[in-house]
């Protein structure tokens, strides 16, 4: 279950940096959507977050890292998804 967690979060951080690069760029040109813009900047590196191992915090379980990468991918989906009827 380690391994699978493990591929999960690369293989949510690889899906979401478009997204990163995308949220980089509105970044500069949202005013007041700054807060929601910064939280998908952010949201492909949570589960990278949860994967590592702080000293005072004890290490998740590997399926609340995959659950954290799986729901990651789908606000990534989505996020596209929006990007995309927007262009359209």
């Known amino acids: 279950m380690r391994l699978v ?3 999960l979060v690369w293989l949510a951080l690889l ?3 478009p997204q990163v690069l995308i949220c ?3 970044l500069f040109s949202s005013s007041w959507a ?3 813009v910064l939280i ?3 949201l492909p ?3 990278l977050v949860l ?3 702080v000293r005072s ?3 998740l379980p590997p399926a609340a890292t995959a659950t954290a990468a799986l729901l990651s991918i789908a606000a990534s989906g989505g996020f596209y998804w929006m990007v995309f009827a927007r262009m359209s």
Do not use: C, D, K, S
Request: glycine share 8%.
């Open 34 to 36: 700054m807060p929601l």
């Open 40 to 42: 998908f900047l952010l």
């Open 5 to 7: 967690a493990a591929l």
């Open 51 to 53: 994967m590592q191992e």
């Open 57 to 59: 915090w004890q290490t």
């Open 15 to 17: 899906f979401g940096l």
């Open 24 to 26: 980089g760029v509105l």
């Open 45 to 47: 590196f949570v589960p």
